[in-house]
């Protein structure tokens, strides 16, 4: 959740009920929202409860005034504000027959005065039709936080009725300072996709993706997906990373990664925006700082080669702890083949010995987790790359894990990465560390490498002075 945006929700809809201009409310950017929206409600309740025993004695002259005559006395002795106030004190029937009586601008002069939460069930009779030339009048006024008072008392069909009398940046407007925005994942699931990409490009020509990112937070899953697929089709993720970088709202989009295709996470790591160092550097405080490394990790496979560095170089600096609970992450997440070659190839020393260090004093199961993924994706060189940073007692507690299940294949593929990266000392040095006992269950495995290649093996580790510590396997590999 952004508290920025939601803070300057509540300021616009407190602007409102005091009749101030937003401008003037500045100050309040740095207040907690819930704050601001206390603050709101105590002052349209002391709006309301004033005069209210004269209001009360009103509503019971009306209950025996003709509708016709009633609607006259509203309109043109009353007024809006005091017939908003009456609203609520009415019988519900009583005022909805009295409401097809009167104007829509007359109407909406009423709706910008009344509190729903006190005349709920008026509200809730409405018909469809009328609720929509009201929505209609009040667009044309800019009332948006009038109109977002009143959706979550409104059926489907009648929502359905109004967004048709309503444009889309003021649908967008409506949905930022919305009341009850627990209700809007439902409300959008009412919009067809291609006014949902209509909105979306209102988002981008009107300059209002804060408040269309604002509908991320409040969205299922399932929909947070379909609105990031409908954004790359339409060639709007430039404008929208854009305006999440400026105004730091990455915390919104971050979460929508893993519901995005793999073709629209390509797209978004391809952006301009991840080569702005700067850009690519907040995107990792915000996971930082809002746990959302889960989310950021599957673009991270995607970034090309210079992003990939800086996040490489970024992350090596983290504290311990989160490493430790990215390296968790990944492995949660199989992501296996983006981290160990991320590790690898794009940090230097420095960062590989961090992740060794890591690699070696996690649990078993993250162990047994990445050497499952070595094996199956072809990570041995790279492993190779990181392993050789960890001292002795670090290497052997993962080279059991990598070599114990399926020596048949494992054995090998360590010594062909060995003889590709020619990183013999490391290779060797955690055969050497294996325990006596799975040194002796590798010994035949040994023995069916090719006769060439046992003797290439043998006299590195000869040279090497790592030949003894091979134990079983050095007599399989020196036998003639």
């Known amino acids: ?63 025996i005034i003709p509708s016709v005559i009633a609607a006259r006395i509203a309109r043109w002795a009353l007024g809006p504000l005091l017939s908003a106030r009456v609203t609520g004190l009415l019988d519900p029937a009583k005022a909805v027959d009295l409401a097809k009586r009167l104007p829509p601008a007359f109407l909406a002069d009423v709706a910008v005065e009344l509190d729903p939460r006190r005349a709920r069930e008026v509200v809730e009779r409405m018909p469809a039709k009328q609720v929509a030339e009201i929505a209609g009048e009040l667009t044309l006024r800019d009332e948006y936080v009038t109109m977002g008072r009143f959706v979550g008392y409104l059926d489907d069909d009648v929502i359905r009725a109004a967004m048709e009398r309503i444009d889309d940046p003021s649908l967008l407007r409506i949905a930022f300072v919305m009341e009850g925005k627990d209700r809007l994942d439902h409300v959008l699931g009412l919009i067809p996709e291609p006014r949902m990409a209509s909105i979306l490009n209102a988002a981008e020509h009107e300059r209002l993706w804060p408040e269309a990112l604002d509908l991320l937070d409040h969205m299922s899953f399932e929909r947070q997906g379909a609105l990031a697929e409908i954004a790359a089709a339409e060639n709007l993720l430039p404008g929208l990373t854009e305006v999440a970088y400026a105004e730091d709202l990455w915390d919104l989009v971050l979460p929508v990664i893993p519901a995005m295709s793999e073709a629209t996470r390509l797209k978004l790591a391809e952006l301009p925006i991840v080569e702005n160092r700067q850009a690519l550097a907040a995107i990792l405080d915000t996971a930082g700082k809002h746990d959302l490394w889960a989310a950021l990790l599957p673009l991270v496979e995607h970034l090309p080669p210079g992003p990939r560095d800086q996040v490489a170089g970024l992350g090596a600096t983290l504290d311990q702890a989160v490493l430790e609970h990215i390296v968790g992450l990944v492995n949660d997440g199989d992501l296996w083949s983006m981290f160990v070659p991320l590790a690898a190839d794009h940090m230097d ?117 790592l030949l003894d510590g091979l134990g079983p396997i050095a007599t399989v590999l020196t036998a003639p």
Do not use: C
């Open 349 to 465: 020393a420095v960062g590989r010995e961090r992740v060794a260090q890591i690699i070696a004093h996690v649990d078993v199961r993250v162990i047994n987790g990445m050497a499952d993924a070595v094996q199956r994706d072809g990570l041995w060189p790279e492993l190779l790359r990181i392993a050789g940073e960890m001292r002795s007692d670090q290497l052997q507690r993962i080279a059991d894990r990598l070599l114990k299940v399926g020596l048949e294949q494992r054995l090998p593929a360590l010594i062909a990465a060995v003889e590709q990266t020619g990183l013999w000392d490391t290779g060797l040095r955690m055969l050497g560390e294996l325990d006596p006992a799975l040194q002796q269950r590798l010994a035949p495995v040994a023995s069916t490498l090719d006769p060439a290649e046992r003797s290439r093996v043998a006299a590195k580790a000869r040279d090497l002075g």
């Open 1 to 63: 959740m952004s508290v920025a945006l939601e803070t300057r929700a509540e300021i616009v809809k407190l602007s409102r009920v005091l009749g101030v201009p937003t401008e003037e409310l500045a100050y309040l950017a740095r207040a907690a929202p819930e704050d601001l929206r206390v603050i709101r409600e105590q002052a349209t309740d002391a709006l309301f409860e004033g005069d209210r025993d004269r209001l009360y004695k009103l509503a019971l002259v009306s209950r």
